[in-house]
């Protein structure tokens, strides 16, 4: 989950701006975490706690207010009770990256992913980008190398992962069908995380949504670094650490 942390902060400098150069400086001092993150940190504390997906929403959301939030799921969160209102948005997988780690098998990764998602992201489109983002990182932590990983997911949700279609330059795209292939498809033909986040973050658009998918996926697949880890808790909050602390030790406990 920490991935998907990093990556966030990594790209919200670059939101909504054109694709940064090559070689860009990780950490900057005009990097801060996101909406990405608070909402990521939210399921988290869900998953351990009651999952009452909503209830964990609006209360992180509501204690972190200005952190880049969509107008529509705003309004969601700072109204009790609100249904959810058929968003296609990249809301979904950004914050779905706890559940590939805590799911205990693949029927248990779909259905937590779409559970959350569908408290305010219930179009389908949505839906799948969560349960195609859980998936990735519950199969690539059961160690399914790369060509398999990338086969599954083409086969499973029909997403073309291909670099030269997945990772065109396509500009501010929030949709969950156009963030979650190229996001993944950074992770596949990286190396390790940093060159996923680069090359995610790198199309530019909405840079830290796509830097918090590939860096959870990433996590995943190649492993974090542990100074990058450093980095970003650094970022956080004490409320937020606090989740990932707990998030950690009970993974921790799993192994």
Partial sequence: MLGAI???????????????????ALFHPDCRFTDDTVCTVAIAAALMGDRDYARALRAFVRRHPDRGYGGMF????????????????NGAPMRVAAVG???????????LAAAQSAVSHDHPDAIAGAQAVALAILWARRGQPVPALRARIVHA????????????????????AGTVPPA???????????GAVRTAVGLGGDAD???????????????????????ARACLTEDLDAVVTQFATLLSGRH
């Avoid at 705003?74 to 209102?85: E, G, L, M, Q």
């Avoid at 949504?209 to 980095?231: K, N, W």
């Fill in 101 to 111: 780690w805590l799911a205990a098998d693949e029927a248990e990764a779909r259905d």
């Fill in 74 to 89: 705003r309004r969601w969160a700072h109204t009790d009770h609100a249904p959810p209102y058929g968003s296609w948005g």
């Fill in 209 to 231: 949504t796509l830097g918090c998918i590939a860096g959870a996926v990433a996590e995943a697949v190649h492993g974090l670094p542990s100074d990058i880890a450093r980095t």
């Fill in 184 to 194: 993944l498809a950074a992770v596949f033909e990286a190396t390790d995380w940093e």
């Fill in 6 to 24: 990093a990556g966030d902060i990594i790209g919200s400098r670059f939101e909504g701006e054109p694709a940064p150069r090559p070689g860009f």
């Fill in 157 to 176: 949700f029909g997403y073309d992962l291909r670099p030269e279609t997945a990772l065109a330059a396509r500009g501010f795209d929030v949709s969950a």
